[in-house]
Each structure stands twice: as structure tokens, then as C-alpha cells.
């Protein structure tokens, strides 16, 4: 069984991927709302939540755990959850810079991601690795997760986008969205700015995840969807809206 967790519903756009290319596989997505948004939390707070809600998907009986989040991917960081639990597969989600790099024409890339990735040391790695010649936008888009899971408002939404949109250089081609949120403000940012090519990790990460399960033959394939908020309402309406999926969802205390 693969574990995927995420702050809220951003890492839904990471579980759809997966089970578009595992379709026979058993899932269990962790939505730890009662904590979101990550990325406006202590590095501190983060970390910690990682090895709770790790420690609960082990218990349930993940093999695989997809860290569905680019702010607790890079503050966690991938390497100190396996130093910690050897026996687990992680795979992890970071903004997609070095595709960037690969991809721009012009020279100038733009990344949104929210406020803790922007000021990750892992962020600021990637850029130097791989944009030696190239300039970067990195900007926080502070309300887009909430946006997300707050069902899209519309006016906020529209204007939100407009905004970050506009904070970006003239001549940028390529822009990566750093939050596993964004890809669904996909329709907004292709509407408002369709100029530009907008990137995400789903694709890398599905297939990534792919390759590292090792398929036990599951016989009844299931999908369970959990938050730790007491309101179930925003994950169900999201399954439902998002992905048309009609599912019970749990609520538990980690």
C-alpha cells in the first residue's frame, strides 16, 4: 500500500497521478488539515508532523510513502526520513527547477511556492545547481493553498492570481508551481497568462513512485482518504469537485 500525505488537499493532484499510472494499487491519503497550511508554520512544526503522520502510515501498513508536499519535502527533507525509518520508501516533491532551466528560451524562469519553500536551503541549492546563466522570479504566493482549499472563490481567486501574475519579469517563459496545491489553479493561470508554460511534478512523481513499489499482489484494490481535521466537508467536496470521486472520509487525531 503507498501513504501519501499532504497539508490538505494539494496532494490530491500527486494521488491522481499515481493511481492513473498504478491503477491496481491500494492507497491511503493523510490530509493534516488540522495543521494547514504548512507553509506558514515553524520549520520546527513541520518536521515534527512528518514523523507523526510517517509513523501512523507505517502502522497502516505503507510500504511506499509519497511526502505530497514541496514545503514539508524540503524541510523535512527526504534524506532524514529514511536515516529514520530504513524499512520505508520515500519519495518526495520538489519545485521543478532544473526542468525549468531545461525548458526556458528566454533565460528567466519564475517559480511559486509558497513562503516556507521559497526560503528553503533545498530551494536555494536547486537554483544554484542548475541555474548558473539563468535568472529566477521566486515568489510567495501566500494565500493560493487557502485559496484551494477554500473551494476557488472566485473574485479572491481571480484577483490572487492576477496579482502574482503580475509580479513576475516581463521576459519569463517558464514558471514551476512549488506547491502541490497549484496545479489545480491551472485553469485561472492559463486564463489570466497563457503566454506562459506553467510546470508541475505530477508526471515525475507518479512515475518516480512507480518505479520504487514493489506490488504485493493486492487482490482487493482500496483507496482510504483521511484528515486530521474534525470536518471531513472541504476533503470530501474536493474528492468529489476535483476528481469525481464520492468517498468516505475519516477523521482522526495524530
Known amino acids: 500500500m503507498i501513504g501519501i500525505f499532504d497539508s490538505g488537499i494539494g496532494g490530491l493532484s500527486i494521488w491522481q497521478g499515481i493511481v492513473q499510472h498504478m491503477p491496481d494499487v491500494s492507497t491511503l491519503y493523510l490530509a493534516d488539515q488540522s495543521w494547514a497550511p504548512y507553509g506558514n508554520r515553524p520549520v520546527s512544526d513541520i518536521k515534527k508532523r512528518g514523523y507523526a503522520i510517517t509513523d501512523f502510515l507505517k502502522e497502516q501498513g505503507a510500504t511506499v510513502i509519497v511526502i505530497a508536499c514541496n514545503t514539508a519535502t524540503v524541510n523535512i527533507t527526504v534524506s532524514h526520513l529514511r536515516n529514520k525509518y530504513p524499512d520505508l ?41 542548475y541555474t548558473t546563466d539563468i535568472s529566477v522570479d521566486i515568489i510567495a504566493t501566500l494565500d493560493w493553498a487557502e485559496l484551494v482549499e477554500k473551494n476557488f472563490p472566485e473574485s479572491e481567486t481571480t484577483n490572487s492570481v492576477k496579482f502574482y501574475l503580475s509580479q513576475l519579469s516581463n521576459n519569463i517563459d517558464v514558471v514551476g508551481l512549488g ?18 508554460q506553467y ?21 482487493n484494490t482500496s483507496h482510504r482518504f483521511i484528515t486530521t481535521s474534525e470536518d471531513t466537508s472541504i476533503l470530501e467536496t474536493a474528492l468529489q469537485d476535483l476528481l469525481g470521486i464520492d468517498s468516505h472520509v475519516e477523521s482522526i487525531l495524530i
Do not use: M
Open 89 to 129: 520508501i520515500f519519495v518526495g516533491v520538489e519545485p521543478p527547477i532544473k526542468k525549468l532551466a531545461s525548458l526556458t528560451k528566454s533565460g528567466h524562469i519564475g517559480l511559486f511556492a509558497t513562503k516556507a519553500t521559497c526560503q528553503s536551503k533545498r530551494v536555494e541549492s536547486l537554483v544554484d545547481q
Open 199 to 219: 510546470i508541475d511534478v505530477v508526471e515525475p512523481v507518479a512515475y518516480r513512485t512507480q518505479s520504487l513499489y514493489v506490488s504485493h499482489h493486492e487482490r
Open 179 to 196: 506547491c502541490t496545491h497549484y496545479p489545480f489553479l491551472l485553469p485561472w493561470l492559463e486564463h489570466i497568462n497563457p503566454d506562459i
